[in-house]
């Protein structure tokens, strides 16, 4: 008797040991997004660079007075966001004792820099009847003599007034795919005027055009841009700071 109630203990603690230990299962479940990738965009610029493109041959190492060419190039949004653009043409001049011609130096020639009377005018073939200055063809956004300064064509950044160089612009461009346009042609026309004389015989000047650009920003500057002729970088400030 004693065994049987022995036992039946034994059973009684086993099956209260397997309940007490026992895991409850409960419901579960579990999902998760799709893979997300996040991918800085890209601000790009391009020029082309068309060349000479009218249908008088001229050779731009010998001009005479009353030559001319024109140049064409075109800027284009490679990128993936909106921007802004300015372009600056820097320049130098060789002229005077820089020419290193005995003949020219005893006769007085080649003295005054080229770019005193080399004019020039800036196009925007994409808006060709558009007036930006009622003094200037349709299209023209900057017309002058290469050595003027502190002269800029129209919609042209503030802080740039009184840069030593042409400035023009500001334009925006878009990226493909925008539906808006994402490049833009311009025209450049030089001039070397009939007027010219032995000042400038044998004178040269060399030219660099720059695009600078800046993501469509109120906010967002343009970089820093030194000519590389002179070292002089822009913007200058207002010559009353």
């Not at 060709?128 to 900057?142: H, K, L, R, S, T």
Request: with cysteine.
């Amino acid at each position: 008797m004693k065994r049987k109630i022995f036992l039946s203990m034994v059973v009684i603690a086993l099956a209260a040991l397997l309940i007490g230990g026992a895991t409850m299962a409960w419901f579960t479940d579990q999902d998760q997004t799709a893979e997300q990738t996040f991918t800085a965009g890209t601000l790009l610029v391009k020029i082309e660079d068309k060349g000479i493109v009218n249908s008088d041959v001229v050779n731009i190492e010998n001009l005479n007075p009353g030559d001319f060419f024109e140049y064409e190039f075109e800027v284009e949004n490679i990128g993936t966001k909106k921007l802004d653009f300015i372009g600056i043409l820097c320049y130098e001049d060789i002229y005077g004792e820089a020419l290193d011609n005995p003949i020219l130096a005893e006769k007085e020639y080649g003295t005054n820099p080229l770019s005193e009377v080399l004019d020039i005018e800036v196009t925007l073939v994409e808006r060709a009847n558009d007036i930006f200055n009622p003094d200037w063809e349709p299209g023209v956004i900057y017309k002058g003599t290469l050595g003027e300064t502190g002269t800029l064509s129209p919609n042209a950044p503030d802080e740039y007034e009184h840069a030593n160089h042409i400035v023009f612009g500001e334009a925006d461009l878009y990226p493909e795919g925008s539906g808006k346009h994402q490049k833009l042609t311009y025209r450049v026309k030089f001039t070397l005027p009939e007027g010219a004389d032995n000042k400038y015989q044998g004178t040269s000047v060399n030219l660099i055009l720059t695009v600078l650009a800046k993501q469509k920003h109120d906010d967002a500057p343009y970089p820093e841009f030194t000519c590389p002729f002179t070292d002089e970088v822009l913007p200058t400030p207002p010559e009353d700071q």
